[in-house]
């Protein structure tokens, strides 16, 4: 019971990132709302797979990095693309290196499909939380 308290917590904290994440997404004016975009990605993205091991941890599925957590979330219909999420880890990673533009603008191009894709997820989590 408590570990489905806090899995509900930490939706929370994802559902409310996103909405910061799609703020920066949908209104980068210079390179200060670029570099708050970054940040947002990261927390969501960050967000995202810990909440995903969380959910499979209560379906007794055992997880640990990302790239394990995202396999096992494909398996449990989580996700729409497991390619897609893959990527994102390379994203990620990218996000240590931002002093570089072309590091950044290859993190920037992936916000519409991180947005499109995180909704699906989250869509996906929010109606297995409810069934549960």
């Known amino acids: 019971?408590?570990?489905?308290?806090?899995?509900?917590?930490?939706?929370?904290?994802?559902?409310?990132?996103?909405?910061?994440?799609?703020?920066?997404?949908?209104?980068?004016?210079?390179?200060?709302?670029?570099a708050g975009a970054v940040q947002a990605f990261k927390i969501c993205y960050e967000l995202s797979w810990k909440v995903m091991k969380r959910i499979l941890?209560?379906?007794?599925?055992?997880?640990?990095?990302?790239?394990?957590?995202?396999?096992?979330?494909?398996?449990?219909?989580?996700?729409?693309?497991?390619?897609?999420?893959?990527s994102f880890i390379e994203k990620r990673h990218l996000t240590s290196y931002t002093y570089d533009q072309e590091n950044v603008d290859a993190i920037v191009e992936s916000f519409d499909l991180f947005s499109a894709e995180l909704n699906k997820t989250i869509e996906k989590m929010k109606s297995l939380v409810h069934k549960g």
């Open 57 to 86: 941890a209560a379906q007794g599925v055992e997880s640990t990095a990302p790239r394990d957590v995202f396999r096992k979330a494909n398996l449990a219909q989580l996700l729409d693309n497991l390619e897609n999420w893959f």
């Open 1 to 34: 019971m408590k570990q489905s308290s806090s899995a509900a917590l930490d939706f929370n904290n994802l559902v409310k990132a996103q909405t910061v994440f799609e703020r920066f997404r949908k209104n980068m004016q210079d390179d200060r709302d670029q």
